[in-house]
C-alpha cells in the first residue's frame, strides 16, 4: 500500500504541476532532509527527555510555482501583491521516527510493575506525506530573485494526505498481556497501518545562494486528525492527558533550484 500510495501521489504531483505550468508560471525544485521531533501517547507531556528522545528524521522533494515570473516569455508577471509575495508549494516527504516512554515514570528509581511495563514498551511510525503550502513572503519576491546574499523570510499554511505505519511491541512480551502491558494501554495499541489528514503551518527563510538557486530553513508544525498515528490511543474520557492528537515538529534544511 506505501508504493501505490506513493506512485499515486507522484502522478497527482505532476498532473498538478502540469495544469499550471499551462498558465506560463516559473518552476523551482528542491529537496528537504532535517531531524523530526513526534508529540504522541508516548513518553511524559512538556517533558524535555521525550521531546529529545522521541526524535526521527524527515526527507522530501518539493516544488514551487512561481507567480512572479513566466516561463514563457523569461518576463516578470503583472506586479501584483499576490504575485510579488506569494508562492505555492506542493511536497512529497517522509518522516520516520522511533518511539518509547521517557520521563518520571520510568526512572530507574521506579521498581514497580507499571514502570517496568513502560519502560520495555517500543514502538516506530513511518509517514508518507503529500500536500500543499501556500506560502507568504512578506518582502518582495522579485527583489530577493535579484540580489545574490538576500533573506526571504516566510510563513505558510497548508494541508497534506498522509499514509502512516505504526509499530508497538514490548521487550516483556506480546502487548495487551498484564505481563507485559499496563492497563492504561490494554486494547489501546494497533501495527495496522492507514490514512490521515493534516494541517501544516511553517516559518522559515531563504538564501540567495546564487541567481538560480538557494537555500531554506524551515521550521514546520503539522498536526494529525488522528491519534493512532503512532498506533497508540488510550482512552481520551479516562485518560484526558493523552486526548490529544499526534503531531510533529520538523526542523527543514532545504536546497532550491530555479527550473525557469
Known sequence: MPKKFIITSLLLFAFSNSTFAQFGFSHEIGAIVGPVAFQSDYGERHDFSTNAGNTGYGIGIIHYLNFSYRAECNC?????????????????????????????????????????????????????????????????????????????PFISLGGQFSFYDPEAYSTLGELNSPISTPIKYMGAT??????????????????????????MLDLRWQYYFSNWVDGLNPDPAVYVENRANDWNVWINFGYIYYLQ
Open 190 to 215: 494497533t501495527n495496522q497501518g492507514g490514512t490521515v489528514w493534516s494541517i501544516v503551518g511553517s516559518i522559515g527563510t531563504r538564501y540567495k545562494l546564487t541567481e538560480l538557486s538557494d537555500l
Open 76 to 152: 516578470y508577471t503583472p506586479e501584483t501583491y499576490f504575485n510579488d509575495h506569494f508562492k505555492l508549494r506542493s511536497e512529497l516527504s517522509y518522516n520516520k521516527t522511533e518511539l518509547q516512554h521517557f520521563g518520571r515514570w520510568v526512572d530507574n528509581n521506579k521498581t514497580s510493575l507499571i514502570a517496568n511495563q513502560l519502560r520495555g514498551m517500543r514502538g516506530s511510525t513511518s509517514v508518507t506525506n503529500v500536500g500543499m503550502q501556500l506560502e507568504y513572503f512578506p518582502l518582495s519576491i522579485r527583489d530577493f530573485s535579484s540580489t545574490i546574499g538576500a533573506w526571504a
